[in-house]
């Protein structure tokens, strides 16, 4: 006897048996062993056309002028700025026609207040071009900045040498003075030779102490001038210890994982397609 109701009355079973799904595995396990060694062969074949590239580094410390403590000439952000839009550009350009055919560069401040640090990866074959271009970016950046530190060693050092100068000028006088003295020292009385000798030690006294002001202005002009650093490459070129970026190892085992999602999908697709073409009434 028919059911009153009909098919809507019965309930709908909406749970998935995991043995149904691993009797789909099972059936499909063809589609999923295909599609999963097909995409770790083409990961295992890009894997092995990728390059080995190396990171390379190249040191820059920016001047600094010595003035009770070392100063920067130019701001780390300043140079980095007039690196990345004017300098690299130019120097890639120089060396390889077009900027984008040679390496790239990453300028970045590293360590201290006044340091650089320029980054390219490349392999090795190619780390000599690195090599010429960052050393022609950091000559165009010493060339660059050169005006400003001697403007601002200048502009440190004129103080000391102008004070040298008048001490200079002082000590001369008081030279002259002491000399003519000396001629006065034999002429006259008793009481004059005491007070010309008395004038004598005072100028003697005074000039002792002139000639050290002006060692010590002359010591500091030689401190400024010997603690002042110009723009100096620190070391060039060079070569991290392991190869950067994605590795070949990890491009496989990334090819295996996605291998194996690509069959799962496949294989319960094709069993999904299977059903459906089952399913289509026939045509009459």
């Known amino acids: 006897m028919n059911d009153p109701a009909g098919p809507q009355s019965r ?7 995991l043995y149904e799904l691993w009797d789909v595995l099972v059936r499909r396990l ?3 062993l295909g599609v999963a060694v097909l995409t770790v062969v083409l990961g295992v074949a890009y894997a092995m056309m990728q390059p080995v590239v190396y990171e ?18 130019v701001s780390q952000d300043m140079a980095i700025a007039r690196l990345d839009d004017v300098l690299i550009p130019q120097q890639r350009d120089a060396l390889f026609g077009d900027e984008e055919r040679g390496p790239g560069v990453r300028v970045s401040a590293r360590g201290s207040d006044y340091s650089l640090i320029l980054e390219s990866t490349s392999t090795r074959e ?14 165009a950046l010493a060339e660059w900045l050169a005006p400003r530190f001697e403007q601002s060693l200048a502009t440190n050092l004129r103080p000391l040498n102008n004070r040298i100068e ?9 030279q002259e003075d002491l000399n003519t003295l000396y001629e006065r020292l034999g002429e006259g009385e008793d009481i004059t030779g005491l007070i010309v000798a008395q004038q ?14 002006r060692v010590d202005a002359r010591s500091s002009a030689e401190t400024v001038q010997a603690m002042s650093r110009d723009t100096e490459q620190t070391f060039l070129a060079g070569e991290s210890d392991s190869p950067v970026g994605a590795g070949r190892s990890l491009i496989v085992a990334l090819s295996v994982v996605l291998g194996g999602m690509l069959g799962l999908f496949a294989a319960f697709f094709w069993e999904f397609v299977s059903n459906a073409r089952s399913r289509r009434p026939e045509q009459g």
């Open 200 to 213: 004598i030690g005072d100028l003697r006294r005074e000039l002792a102490e002139l000639r050290t002001q």
């Open 11 to 17: 309930p709908y079973d909406d749970e998935i048996s």
């Open 126 to 139: 190619a780390a000599e071009h690195v090599a010429d271009l960052h050393e022609g970016v950091i000559a």
């Open 56 to 73: 390379y580094r190249s040191g820059v410390d920016l001047p600094r002028v010595y003035s009770e403590g070392l100063m920067d000439v």
């Open 30 to 32: 063809p589609v999923l």
């Open 166 to 174: 008048v001490l200079d000028e002082q000590i001369a006088l008081l």
